[in-house]
């Protein structure tokens, strides 16, 4: 009988289970950046122009503003995850609905202000008259859905803390086929550009939202819809304390792209804009299998801390860093191998002008890999341990600091092809801390010499 009141994210793994565990959440992130990927390649740049692709990438940190408060509401996904660690379920339960609505209503919000706002949005972003039409083209559409858009993020943070993280591949797999083929409709089949790939991306939303519906309403969920904790007001607070490092890293992503496209307009053009949009969308396709991997381990982190067991948190963060020096060389070496046909792939003719910029970006970006993945693991774990103090530390110094200093700096040293190298310096920079603050919680989780563990927060 006791093994049934084990959830799943309670359960004792070895690095073998671990990695079966995790493996739907690292393909989840790495097929749906994989498939959006050709999706902008194959319809936008192909059949629209890298104008209409440089128009995406000047509504990226908008895109970003939407996952930054996604991620500082879906805080509470680490607060139910040590609740039913302690036993809490229905608690865990009421807060999860409970923030599903305050993620709602600020959709809603949201939607508003951009629907007001849109032109001066695009204005603040830098896009310019060339791209300009693309980009209101999108957002008079997009902007509608914001709502959608915050559920669907929200019900997907949730997969792994309810049981089921082939749940969140099998979701993110049917939104991302069904964009592609309403892509291939209104883009390549009805021709309406633009406006096409906001119908694609709202019908997608739509079943995303329906599927999370469904499955949170089933009883084979072990979190799901129940009456709503009645003090939103702390509920919020709590989530955006285990909420603020993610957070940081969208919003400092958004403003450190706004930094990069002034940069590659100011000191190249539209065709430099696109060349660096496309190499980053084909390596984020590659490192987002990062965040698949702590993401999905996070929940068995907070569920120790809930249990206070140290010999089980001692354990798991040994594997789940195995796991992660594995996760390193096999991205490297996937990167080396398709990097290049994914990009001609994506591209094909309509980007032959900028094929040269493309070349060069693919050359730099893998030697990022092995920094920026420890760095993401030690944020993203420290978060899940309710350590925010080092977790938004590392954020800061990575997101913040570091990356926007090179972004600045590297162009005005060596010309427009400095932007190439910043993600490379900016993590590298980021590392030397992470190792710092590591190691300074050493005694703290019981990885130590030592074997303490204080499991302070």
């Known amino acids: 009988m006791a093994n049934k009141d084990v959830k799943t994210i309670g359960k004792d793994y070895t690095l073998s289970s671990l990695i ?3 493996t739907p959440a690292i393909l989840n992130e790495f097929m749906i950046n994989c498939l959006y990927t050709i999706d902008d390649g194959l319809f936008i740049t192909r059949y629209v122009g890298t104008n209409a692709e440089s128009a995406f990438s000047i509504l990226m940190p908008l895109f970003m503003m939407h996952g930054a408060f996604s991620a500082l509401l879906g805080g509470v996904s680490t607060l139910v995850s040590r609740k039913l660690g302690e036993k809490r379920d229905e608690e865990a339960k009421g807060d999860f609905t409970a923030i599903l609505l305050v993620s709602f209503a600020l959709g809603l919000v949201i939607m508003l ?4 706002f849109k032109d001066n949005l695009l204005r603040l972003l830098g896009a310019t008259d060339i791209i300009h039409p693309y980009a209101i083209s999108f957002l008079n559409i997009s902007c509608l859905y914001v709502p959608l858009t915050m559920l669907g993020n929200m019900f997907a943070r949730f997969y792994v803390p309810a049981g089921a993280p082939k749940m969140e591949l099998f979701s993110t797999m049917l939104n991302v086929s069904t964009n592609i083929f309403f892509d291939w409709y209104f883009v390549v089949y009805r021709r309406i550009g633009m406006v096409g790939a906001a119908y694609a991306n709202l019908i997608a939303t739509t079943i995303q939202v329906l599927i999370g519906i469904l499955f949170y309403s089933s009883k084979k969920a072990e979190v799901g819809f129940a009456k709503p904790s009645k003090n939103l007001l702390q509920l919020v607070l709590e989530s955006c304390r285990y909420g603020l490092s993610t957070f940081f890293s969208n919003i400092s992503v958004g403003i450190g792209s706004i930094i990069s496209n002034y940069s590659l307009l100011h000191f190249g053009n539209e065709a430099y804009l696109a060349a660096y949009t496309i190499v980053n969308n084909i390596s984020f396709t590659f490192m987002s299998a990062f965040f698949g991997l702590f993401g999905a381990s996070g929940p068995l982190l907070s569920y120790a801390m ?13 594997i789940i860093f195995t796991e992660a020096t594995m996760l390193i060389a096999l991205t490297i070496v996937l990167y080396l191998i398709f990097s290049q046909p994914l990009a001609v792939l994506f591209t094909g003719q309509a980007a032959a002008d900028i094929k040269d910029l493309i070349d060069y970006g693919l ?29 938004t530390l590392i954020t800061i110094l990575q997101e913040v600091i570091f990356s926007n200093l090179t972004i600045v700096l590297l162009p005005l ?9 910043s993600f490379l310096a900016g993590n590298c920079f980021t590392l030397i801390f992470s190792i710092i ?9 019981g990885y130590g010499r030592s074997k303490v563990a204080y499991m302070v927060e």
């Open 306 to 318: 809930g249990e206070r067991n140290k010999k089980k948190l001692n354990h798991l963060l040994k």
């Open 363 to 391: 050359k730099i970006a893998p030697y990022g890999f092995l920094f920026f993945g420890y760095n993401i693991g030690a944020r993203m774990c420290f978060t899940s341990l309710g350590n925010i103090r080092s977790s």
């Open 413 to 421: 040293i060596f010309g427009v092809k400095g932007v190439w190298f």
């Open 113 to 116: 202000l951009e629907f007001l």
């Open 20 to 22: 079966r565990f995790t």
């Open 437 to 445: 603050v590591v190691y300074a919680n050493r005694d703290n989780y």
